[in-house]
């Protein structure tokens, strides 16, 4: 019954999810004149495209996109997964409310609006400037660049973290850490050992999604990266909507798909070979 209920959602999605993608792939194999708008249609099908992407100065861009993400992502779950934990299992009914509250009012503000508000904040002439000395950069260098761009990917993102992970702490019975305090683990013993080996599916689910939504951010390195930051995303975009050139933008966007794939079942193969070896 479940599998027929699938059916008219997949002969729906598929086309829209699967056309545009073939489209896609068959524009980047079609050659680019200059001057012109889109591939030469008239040409025969290239791997030019391909080939213009694996020169060495397209790699700081793709290096750039996954180190910045990671780095984002990862600071999002440092500091979604004790906020998630302080409204699962400490915050009253009350203070709960007011905290899920302001996690879920900040999805309905524009994205535009939270990283103009990191920028004004601590930009180089934010009243928060000199938190960027603290770790010794400059706000006005590539390296104060990377700063906004780490901070405001983190601000779009740890919403989405908290709320995915409240959900995996509620549904963790917090009698079984009373049991293991009970048989004597300490505190940071059961946090660790219960608390966060229980939750590893909803980490992982939450860091992928906080990983995915940096990886194709254009907003952010756009406006806060001041061109000292441009991930490949803002690269598709040049290529699609500044020069015309179609097939090179798809190219990259087909290239960037893949590695994106690739990366996401890596990861996920290796944290599943671990969480089973770690199970045995």
């Known amino acids: 019954m479940t599998a027929l209920l699938l059916w008219p959602a997949l002969i729906i999605v598929a086309p829209l999810l699967l056309g545009p993608l073939l489209v896609l792939g068959h524009e980047s194999l079609k050659p680019f004149v200059g001057g012109r708008i889109g591939g030469d249609d008239a040409g025969a099908l290239t791997l030019d495209n391909y080939a213009q992407i694996a020169a060495p100065e397209y790699a700081r861009y793709f290096l750039d996109t996954f180190r910045i993400s990671f780095i984002s992502a990862g600071l999002a779950m440092v500091l979604g997964f004790p906020m998630a934990h302080f409204i699962a299992r400490r915050a009253g ?11 879920v009012g ?12 990191i920028a004004v904040s601590f930009g180089p002439l934010g009243p928060l400037s000199g938190f960027g000395r603290l770790f010794g950069i400059a ?17 779009t993102t740890l919403p989405l973290v908290a709320l995915t992970l409240v959900g995996t702490l509620q549904n963790i019975n917090p009698r079984l850490e009373e049991a293991a305090m009970s048989l004597g ?17 909803g980490i992982l689910s939450a860091g992928i999604i906080a990983y995915a939504f940096c990886l194709s951010n254009l907003v952010v390195p756009m406006l806060v990266g001041r061109g000292f930051i441009l ?12 020069v015309a ?18 990366l996401f079942y890596g990861l996920l193969h290796l944290v599943r070979a671990n969480w089973q070896e770690a199970g045995k």
């Open 93 to 103: 009914p009350l203070m709960r409310r007011v905290l899920m509250g302001g996690l």
């Open 106 to 117: 900040t999805l309905f503000l524009s994205i535009i609006v939270r990283v103009y508000a």
């Open 139 to 155: 706000p006005a260098s590539p390296d104060g660049a990377e700063l906004m761009v780490v901070l405001s990917l983190m601000n």
């Open 185 to 201: 683990a300490p505190r940071w013993k059961t946090f660790f050992q219960v608390t966060v080996a229980m939750s590893l599916p």
């Open 231 to 242: 991930f490949v995303s803002n690269l598709i975009y040049s290529r699609f909507s500044e």
């Open 245 to 262: 050139n179609f097939p090179g933008g798809a190219a990259l966007s087909i290239v960037m798909m893949v590695v994106s794939v690739a």
